[in-house]
């Protein structure tokens, strides 16, 4: 009971969060159908990942629930004990591939949502402290973001995960290491472009202590470029972990994601049984597409310079 | 006593192109509830002297020499913390750009409050009266509902009265106004130049006015009589002064390259009197009255007007 509650909070707190991001433009946001259908297929997701325990027809992690003799049925066959139909068929374990993509639905957006929100905290502090700091202590950052940004964050993310091991938090640590970069260095730009305003020079001439002026002054003037790189980042996110799941580095195979899933099903598609790779995959595609275009919608709303 | 008196005043930038002077040896003293008006060109260092007072000059700017007695502290030598305990208390600024000096995604009580309990332990409830009262005095209609609008809801007069409010909310011994109404409407500027004049009357708080406008600066005797050819010819580049059908006289050349200051008096290329004597050494200061000297090695004849 309380963790559903916690959820429908997650889920108004994600609401407000958007609603507050459009602050009264909510009109110049939703100026296409692209914009409904993309925020509609975003929400529907969200909701599915959310309460993916009520919703789906099988706990596909509760193996008493499983039967080995329902492996790989098709499409719209119905189980042995005739108890449920699997309408988007199974996986080789008798697993309800609807159910799985619920759940690893959750799996895909935990993961990079924390990321983001990590990555994004340490990037933000890097960024803001470099352009506040100037000189050497910037130098030295943002050479280390370039250096972060030279090398494919596929690779990195790899490397990383080799050595770590299989984990959800090992997957999120990785993923975390190779996107804080991104923050740190548009953080630093919108800064050096905020510090130079008046208004913080007014802050200074009022007295305030430099932390104050940091996190009260600069900090909140600093965030609609944050917001939009940070939903894009989120689909990237998704992406990677799913490319490091396909690939056998991400999560565990008791806690699978969507890359997983393909992954899981990915031996099997020569022989004609594609719905385990190919709905988990529709599933992946359809909600990055849809954080994608909501992201850009999102950068055309709220980014000042594009406003003519 | 006088509430600021600055003694031969020196901020340099050191840049690659060599150290520019932009402030080289200003003196001036300024009694409590006096106007003191910094007038000059752009880039001649007015803004840099008043971000001096307050040290709030940015890298690569330094003060180098001279003193700032405030109330007979040196504000050149206080150390970070003091500054700030004196920074928005006891002296304020105002900014030339009302659009910018408002944090825009605060709300304006917000702003007021912060910069109220900055300096003063008191409750959110009285620093809002403060902030109420204040946006009164400042002549903004219905404050209380006013305090919960953001920088953006007002129009830019309106925001710089905003600006002004909060410069006065500590009840400042000195007030520096840089370019103030430099982006107002006319009529606007000469509304709030006279309201910010009235205020520091009614609590003897001494203002020190930095514009470009000659037209704003209370008529004096500098500007009755000029001495220096400079402030003649500053004078003479009002249009209004001209006749109709006359040219418009102007000071001939460019400001100089603040990195590269000629030798002698930085005026002398420009100047139609220069001598010899102009390019090779600098004038000294010489007072003139009480309250007026000049730097200049042929100084106009008295009672000329301009």
Not at chain 2, 164 to 185: K, R
Not at chain 2, 244 to 263: D, F, S, T, V
Not at chain 2, 275 to 300: K, N, V, W
Request: aromatic fraction near 6%.
């Amino acid at each position: 009971m309380m963790d559903l509650l916690l959820r429908c909070a997650l889920l108004a707190l994600g609401l407000w969060l958007f609603a507050r991001a459009l602050r009264g433009q909510a009109d110049l946001y939703f100026s296409g159908p692209m914009a409904y259908i993309s925020a509609a297929v975003l929400l529907v997701f969200v909701c599915l990942a959310l309460f993916a325990p009520e919703i789906s027809p099988q706990n596909p992690y509760d193996l008493a629930q499983l039967n080995i003799l329902d492996g790989r049925l098709a499409p719209g066959s119905s189980s042995l004990d005739d108890a449920m139909v699997y309408h988007l068929g199974t996986d080789d374990q008798g697993r309800d591939i609807l159910s799985g993509i619920l759940y690893g639905l959750r799996v895909s957006l935990t993961v990079s949502l924390l990321t983001t929100l990590l990555a994004m905290t340490i990037g933000v502090l890097v960024g803001m402290y470099a352009a506040w700091k100037g000189g050497k202590a910037e130098a030295f950052l943002m050479r280390l973001v370039d250096l972060q940004l030279s090398f494919p964050s596929i690779l990195v993310a790899l490397m990383l995960m080799a050595s770590f091991g299989r984990g959800v938090d090992k997957v999120v640590v990785a993923l975390v290491i190779v996107q804080w970069a991104y923050y740190a260095r548009t953080v630093r730009g919108t800064a050096l472009a905020e510090t130079s305003k008046d208004y913080i020079a007014a802050a200074r001439c009022l007295g305030f202590s430099d932390a104050r002026i940091l996190l009260r002054h600069l900090l909140p003037n600093c965030v609609p470029p944050l917001l939009v790189i940070s939903t894009i980042q989120v689909a990237n996110t998704i992406v990677l972990e799913s490319s490091l799941s396909f690939l056998g580095v991400g999560v565990p195979i008791t806690n699978p994601s969507l890359g997983l899933l393909i992954s899981n099903g990915y031996g099997y598609m020569l022989s004609g049984q594609y719905w385990m790779s190919i709905y988990p995959g529709l599933a992946l595609l359809a909600i990055v597409a849809a954080i994608n275009l909501v992201g850009d919608r999102l950068r055309d709303t709220i980014n000042p310079r594009l406003k003519r | 006593m006088s509430v600021l008196e600055v003694q031969e005043l020196q901020t340099h930038f050191s840049t690659r192109n060599g150290v520019v002077k932009a402030v080289d040896g200003v003196s001036f003293s300024l009694a409590e509830g006096q106007v003191l008006g910094l007038v000059g060109e752009s880039g001649s260092g007015k803004s840099v002297t008043g971000f001096s007072i307050l040290r709030l000059v940015d890298v690569p700017g330094r003060i180098v020499g001279g003193r700032i007695l405030f109330r007979g502290l040196d504000l050149a030598a206080m150390s970070q913390a003091e500054m700030r305990a004196i920074r928005g208390n006891r002296i304020a600024m105002i900014f030339q750009d009302p659009l910018m000096t408002l944090n825009p995604v605060l709300r304006i009580d917000t702003q007021m409050v912060e910069a109220v309990q900055a300096h003063h332990r008191v409750s959110k409830k009285a620093a809002l009266a403060r902030a109420a009262d204040a946006l009164t005095r400042v002549g903004i209609p219905s404050a209380l509902e006013r305090l919960s609008a953001y920088p953006h809801q007002f129009s830019g007069g309106m925001r710089q009265r905003v600006a002004i409010a909060i410069a006065l909310l500590n009840e400042p011994d000195l007030i520096v106004a840089d370019e103030p109404t430099t982006a107002l409407d006319v009529t606007i500027q000469s509304q709030i130049l006279s309201e910010v004049q009235g205020l520091t009357r009614e609590s003897g708080t001494a203002l020190i006015w930095i514009t470009h406008d000659l037209a704003v600066v209370a008529i004096d005797a500098v500007l009755r009589q000029p001495r220096h050819p400079y402030t003649n010819g500053l004078l003479g580049s009002i249009p209004g002064n001209s006749r109709r059908g006359q040219a418009l006289q102007q000071i001939p050349g460019m400001a100089p390259n603040m990195a590269q200051l000629p030798a002698g008096c930085a005026f002398a290329p420009r100047c139609a009197f220069s001598s010899e004597q102009c390019r090779s050494q600098t004038p000294d200061a010489q007072a003139l009255s009480l309250t007026r000297s000049l730097r200049c090695h042929h100084p106009l004849p008295e009672g000329v007007s301009p």
